[in-house]
DNA sequence: TGATGATGTTGCGTTCGACGCAACAGTCAT
DNA sequence: ATGACTGTTGCGTCGAACGCAACATCATCA
């Protein structure tokens, strides 16, 4: 039983690349960024590549990587000369989960959650196209199956993405969600079966995902919701399907909707005033 | 019981600015990744004091914090003006782990040495003067104390940190240690004691930190060597000082030292040809 | 073994992009 | 209102970052 993604293969739209106001921003740091983002979803990319895909020329190219590994954003792979991400970027990722209010905040609501329930719980927020996983703590039943913070993870096929989606006009959803590829024989793989769906998920409060994404992986997630009432992120408690079947899932998705919205309050939200 | 640290208050040596050859670099691409370690380091800031850190001008400032927003690097907290780290960091944080070599062949032996001993796994990197923690894998026995992927640790305080400084020289150790603040009344603040307990993590092939840390907080650690040989990382069990009594320790250390062994051999290292 | 292709790296001259300036637009305290 | 702060933007200038081309290495292949 290994409910460990392997996420390199999970297809995740590539970040769009906005044009914006071209007028405030820095060039130089703008295809720096873009180097980083082509090295993450890439892996080990050359000189060469990276000119190629930023549109400039191999020198160029070599002096921004220059800069970055300087800094320790990227590294050399010793003999050959292919670049990857490295360390420092890690280095931020701490500092950032330890400052971001949500984290903050749903730490030590997810924390008592996972102790009551024995399931590992999940934070995540959406991040172009995707589930962003931004904090996550092991249940004490099982082995911590995978880290998935800073993994991202498709809409369409789980809990925390329908919770995600649910906030959206059709017209977003259709942009965010994507191609909506298979996973299982149980993932959603028509707009009119995930629209259906997103609004269960609106009425009821939560949303159920059981073998959408891998078989044997059920989740489910309520929203957390900023001091605006809009839904700001996803809660999720999730685990092997056997452990969570049917019969428990009610008793869940209460405890799941009360942490989310003990997060909410704390994020500022003072309920649904209509 | 309560052994997860405020990290924000463990005082670790700032990032140090390593000149190197001016020749090639990209100014732009440079400052703004400064401003990215100031984020980490500060948690909010203005464009002002963004701008005096640097020494430029506040318009400077202010387009290479929009460059970065736009991409997501850093967030404006809405209302105040100041800027944070933001989720674009932790996209590229989740592709870096699953990317460096020591934490895809660490994973598999980690998890294996957390579910035998029921403790918690960490991996750390020498960074700058601490201990960078690169993965994690929760133990079954307890609640995970905290998530400290990306975190930053002192090195003369933990069983990890006296790894990673005892493969270095002399004047080595004094420059990353720094200055041994104390955390706790076992904690070692001379670089006298320092030394000895160095040289006999060598002798013996793991270190351990009992008390030294945080009260009620006990580790074992080992090397993990590269192909070279050297010290590329290092590899901890922790958990609660009555669960890991000295009793336990001996056992613990030769299964923290077995678990490295074949981490190291799995990044190539062929054992000691001498 | 030398030729040929590929890679990453560096010096140099030019041009375009990033910089500093100063004015603007807000917010909060006095 | 005034002042003293913030963050933001148009503009002209100057220097930093760019493209070019040559170089250094390493594979592959004749």
Chains 1, 2 share one sequence.
């Not at 300087?70 to 670049?83: D, F, N």
């Not at 078989?215 to 489910?220: E, P």
């Not at 079947?245 to 009610?250: E, K």
Request: glycine residues 8%.
């Amino acid at each position: 039983m290994h409910y460990c993604l392997a996420m390199s293969n999970v297809s995740v739209p590539p970040a769009l690349s906005i044009p914006g106001d071209a007028t405030t921003t820095v060039q130089s740091v703008d295809r720096a960024v873009t180097i980083l983002e082509i090295l993450a979803r890439s892996g080990e990319v050359g000189v060469t590549d990276l000119a190629r895909e930023l549109g400039v020329h191999k020198s160029t190219a070599f002096r921004l990587v220059a800069a970055l590994e300087r800094r320790r954003l990227v590294e050399q792979h010793v003999g050959r000369g292919k670049y990857r991400l490295g360390t420092g970027i890690l280095r931020l990722a701490g500092a950032t989960t330890s400052r971001l209010d949500l984290v903050q905040e749903s730490r030590a609501v997810s924390r008592a959650l996972a102790q009551r329930t024995g399931e590992t719980v999940n934070v995540a927020v959406l991040s172009d196209g995707a589930a962003l996983y931004m904090d996550q703590v092991a249940g004490s039943s099982a082995l911590q199956p995978h880290n998935w913070v800073g993994q991202r993870i498709p809409l369409h096929a789980t809990s925390n993405g329908k919770v995600l989606l649910s906030a959206l006009d059709a017209a977003d959803v259709v942009r965010e969600a994507g191609a909506m590829p298979s996973f299982t024989a149980n993932t959603i793989t028509s707009l009119a079966a995930l629209t259906r769906e997103l609004a269960q998920t609106r009425d009821r409060g939560y949303a159920i995902a059981i073998d959408e994404l891998e078989i044997g992986l059920t989740a489910v997630a309520a929203p957390v919701r900023n001091i605006h009432g809009e839904v700001a992120a996803s809660l999720s408690i999730s685990g092997p399907t056997f452990r969570l079947g049917a019969r428990r899932v009610p008793e869940l998705a209460e405890a799941v909707r009360a942490a989310a919205d003990e997060v909410s309050s704390r994020l500022g939200w003072r309920g649904p005033h209509e």
